[in-house]
């Protein structure tokens, strides 16, 4: 067994690992971008390198500097985790130059079967089946297209290099094939370095299921059954659990011979998934399956296997690399209860799912013995633009499959997230739809009833009031006298104290950005907050410490909790709905040049990956203008309205902060 190893990652997959490695003795370096310098992962190594600056290519994609961390600090093997160089073969390759054992698959395997389109041959001389597409080397935009047209409209445009939903774009009409087939180039060169695409038939209204494998330099490999990731928005995995409901014996034994005997036909190595579709959403045992690609590496959701067989999957990937043989047989494999995890990430569902970026101010999970949580931030954690969004996975295991779905549901009920917008909400609505507690799925449910899962993005006036309640006090407290704790003008005070009638005060106030009239009416302890006709008072268990994070406050999945980070902010959440509550801040700077309806602004801190339009010309309302990369997402801008482009105030690879107007469409003619 190794003494020392290297974990090529961040966020809660890099925590993952570091848990394993200490409870086997072995330690631990990470390495680290300066936008993760204060990261947990980096905390809970044993020590730490620094990579260089935020974005992937100068840090996490470095293949040359990861090196030069594990031989500087004596690491005998890298992990990569998943992501980033996960899938590299080149990367395997440079460990294994280097005298690094690579924790992973052998470079050949990972070239076999890492690249979807060889995979699928190799499936195919394996006799498994595929889905019917284009393969092949020719990657110009003309013969793709044909291709795509002999398939059959809809079709599926998928990177070759990588998985996550990255460079994958659905395409129904001919028409529409172009400006996608560019889309998922430039999305996939930029996740994975390498812009080739395959095409594939798309299967309607599938089950969308994985197998576990595990092989070892020995030619033993297993599989540990399957996993069930159907719930997808947008081709990324939302929600994924184990075993898979309504998977008939028949289906479960003809999907897991097929990947074990397609594992052992390139002699793998460690740990992957080989990924299937089953036709028309039931698993009955003449179900439809076909292979769609395997991923060599890891997944973001082993937790739910590792929950119903008892394994340790880092554990079963640390010893395969150090050469010893698979730690038990398949007869001795077996599966015990239900698990589901949910993907807590940093976006806002209201926005069309818009990544958060900012400062995670509270993070808290009410802990049960059925859950697991694994996460890389802390409170005080930073969300940067530069990586994916994802804060946290929730596991919850239970007896059955009912108990799971109830128990994780009421975990997220329970989650608190203060200082930006979340899915959470989304999560739990997504847990209780009748059809996901039936097993009744297929991949395109999500999208079907998206407007039901988000619902309106309504205030919920009890957060709002703690938020308030808070600031006042923050603003009592930053005005108190150090020494006597008193304060030192009366038209200071927060608490409203008049002689006679409770006092009354009307102001407006900031919510998520909006301006909103208020009245605020205090009595005892409390705060009533009136706005827009709707009245809630406060209770004495609404309100956190400030500045010095959760205090005594009672956790209520029914009670709001708020937090003043600072005399103009606070964050109010309830209900798991999540706001910003702030004061007016009237600066002339924030009426830039049109600031009326002509300005196309970034929605988020990121890159201009794209620019589609040219001083001068003409374009129509909601025409695509430019494209904003973050988070490894492409967020496609439109204009407003129709008009001329004025002024464009960014080229392509510049990096933009949110709000930062992009183009700017001519004023129009009030004549």
């Not at 499936?123 to 597409?133: F, L, R």
């Not at 999560?427 to 407007?451: M, N, P, Q, S, Y």
């Not at 409390?526 to 400030?546: K, M, N, R, Y």
């Not at 997402?633 to 439109?638: F, G, I, Q, S, T």
């Amino acid at each position: 067994m190794f003494d020392k190893i290297l974990i090529a990652n961040r966020g809660e997959i890099a925590c993952r690992i570091a848990e394993t490695a200490h409870r086997l003795g072995i330690a631990t370096v990470a390495v680290y971008s300066d936008a993760d310098r204060d990261a947990r992962h980096v905390a809970f190594a044993d020590e730490a390198v620094r990579l260089g600056t935020g974005p992937a290519t100068d840090s996490y994609l470095a293949i040359e500097k990861i090196i030069a961390a594990a031989i500087s600090t004596g690491a005998q093997a890298i992990h990569p985790g998943y992501g980033f160089l996960a899938e590299n073969p080149d990367f395997a390759a440079a460990c294994g130059d280097a005298g690094l054992v690579f924790i992973g698959p052998s470079p050949e395997a990972m070239r076999a079967l890492g690249g979807k389109a060889e995979a699928k041959r190799i499936a195919e001389k394996a006799g498994v089946p595929v889905v019917p597409g284009y393969q092949g080397e020719a990657q110009d935009a003309a013969t793709l297209a044909s291709e795509a047209r002999k398939i059959g409209y809809p079709v599926m445009i998928k990177a070759v290099a990588g998985g996550g939903g990255r460079g994958m774009r659905l395409v129904t009409e001919d028409g529409a094939f172009a400006d996608a087939l560019e889309s998922a180039a430039r999305e996939a060169a930029s996740a994975f370095g390498d812009p080739r695409v395959l095409i594939e038939k798309c299967i309607i209204a599938p089950r969308h299921i994985e197998v576990q494998v595990f092989g070892d330099s020995h030619g033993n490999a297993v599989h540990m059954f399957e996993r069930d990731c159907t719930l997808q928005r947008r081709n990324q995995k939302v929600i994924e659990e184990a075993p898979a409901p309504g998977m008939s014996p028949g289906l479960r034994a003809g999907m897991t011979a097929a990947a074990t005997a397609l594992a052992k036909s390139v002699g793998y190595e460690g740990a992957g998934t080989i990924e299937f579709l089953v036709e028309g959403g039931e698993l009955g045992e003449d179900a439809p399956w076909y292979f769609i690609e395997m991923n060599t590496r890891l997944q973001v959701e082993h937790p739910v296997t590792e929950q119903i067989t008892g394994l340790d999957l880092v554990e079963w990937q640390l010893r395969v690399a150090a050469g010893e043989p698979l730690p038990c047989t398949q007869d001795d494999i077996t599966m015990r209860g239900h698990a589901i995890e949910a993907r807590v990430c940093a976006e806002d569902p209201s926005r069309d799912f818009a990544p958060s970026i900012g400062k995670i101010y509270s993070f808290y999970v009410e802990e049960s013995e059925d859950l697991r949580v694994e996460t890389g931030v802390n409170d005080g954690s930073e969300i940067s633009p530069f990586y994916d969004s994802l804060i946290a996975k929730l596991i919850v295991t239970g007896e059955d499959r009912q108990s799971a779905l109830d128990g994780l549901a009421e975990a997220l009920s329970e989650t608190e997230i203060l200082g930006l917008r979340t899915n959470v909400g989304f999560l739990h609505a997504l847990l209780v739809d009748e059809d996901v507690a039936g097993g009744r799925v297929f991949t395109g449910l999500i999208a079907e009833k998206l407007d039901r899962l988000v619902g309106p993005a309504a205030i919920d006036l009890p957060a709002v009031a703690a938020g308030v309640k808070a600031l006042l006090a923050a603003d009592r407290r930053l005005v108190a006298d150090s020494t006597t704790g008193r304060v030192n003008d009366p038209w200071d005070a927060g608490d409203g104290f008049r002689l006679g009638a409770n006092a009354r005060l009307v102001r407006p106030v900031m919510i998520d950005g909006a301006q909103h009239d208020a009245e605020f009416i205090w009595h005892d302890d409390a705060l009533t907050v009136c706005i827009d006709g709707e009245t809630a008072t406060t209770s004495d268990a609404a309100d956190l410490d400030w500045p010095d994070g959760h205090g005594d406050a009672i956790h209520f999945s029914d009670e709001p909790v708020a937090r003043a980070v600072d005399r103009n902010t606070a964050f109010g959440l309830r209900l798991m709905r999540h706001h910003e509550i702030s004061w007016p801040r009237y600066d002339s700077r924030g009426e830039d040049d049109n600031g009326g309806t002509g300005a196309v602004r970034a929605p988020i801190n990121g890159r201009i990956a794209k620019i589609h339009v040219a001083e001068g010309q003409t374009v129509e309302e909601n025409q695509p203008v430019a494209v904003v990369e973050a988070m490894k997402m492409e967020h496609v801008l439109a204009a407003p309205r129709s008009g001329v482009v004025e002024r464009i105030a960014f080229s392509e690879g510049d990096q933009v902060g949110e709000g930062a107007v992009i183009v700017a469409l001519a004023e129009e003619d009030g004549g």
